[in-house]
């Protein structure tokens, strides 16, 4: 599986921001999906997954109410609305295809849990 994100840039501190992740080469219905984030100088974090199907899905409470992960399956796309925008934010946003099943009562947070990633985008919330 190919995952291409696409979205990043420059907005203000309060600001709204979508950034999408296509996939090809798979089935893309047949994966969990994620969105992780890296600042400069720290590890990468997790934001938030979403099932399969798009029935379930789970949030880092840094974003939580804040952020909103969806999918199109009918378009291979899993995207993440982001709005009040911190510059806390600011990160380089990574897309990654995971497990086949998803259990809500143990949602995949951990970069091991995924097997592809995208290339990433940057996100710069400015104050």
């Known amino acids: 599986v190919q995952l291409q994100a696409s979205g990043g840039g420059l907005v203000q501190a309060g600001g709204s921001l979508r950034v999408s992740c296509a996939a090809s080469g798979g089935t893309f219905s047949m994966y969990a999906m994620g969105w992780f984030r890296q600042a400069p100088g720290k590890e990468r974090e997790f934001v938030a997954a979403?099932?399969?199907?798009?029935?379930?899905?789970y949030y880092a409470d840094s974003v939580k109410g804040r952020f909103t992960i969806s999918r199109d399956n009918a378009k291979n796309t899993v995207y993440l609305q982001m709005n009040s925008l911190k510059p806390e934010d600011t990160a380089v946003y990574y897309c990654a295809a995971g497990p086949g099943t998803y259990y809500s009562d143990s949602p995949p947070t951990r970069t091991y849990e995924y097997d592809y990633w995208g290339q990433g985008t940057q996100v710069t919330v400015s104050s």
């Open positions: 979403i099932s399969w199907s798009g029935g379930s899905t």
